[in-house]
């Protein structure tokens, strides 16, 4: 089947997000979406969060990171 995929997250200033997905082969795909903080949780949303287009991962900020 296919092999290993590295998959790359940007969370850019203005709320927009850059999923880039590369596969072992060098080919990339590119998907755009959103992202909001909502307290410690950390929504996702864009084409590429399958089934929903959407996901909430819990997370810690620390300063600006």
Same mark, same amino acid.
């Given at each position: 089947?296919?092999?290993?995929? +590295?998959?790359? @997250? +940007?969370?850019?200033? /203005?709320?927009? &997000? ?18 909001? &903080?909502?307290?410690?949780? @950390? @929504? ?9 287009? +959407? ?6 900020? /620390?300063?600006?990171?």
């Amino acid at each position: 089947m296919g092999g290993q995929v +590295e998959v790359r @997250l +940007e969370l850019q200033v /203005e709320g927009t &997000l850059r999923v880039t997905v590369t596969q072992s082969g060098g080919a990339s795909l590119i998907f755009p979406g959103i992202w909001l &903080l909502v307290d410690d949780v @950390l @929504l996702l949303r864009g084409n590429w969060f399958q089934p929903d287009g +959407e996901v909430a991962v819990r997370c810690a900020i /620390e300063g600006t990171r």
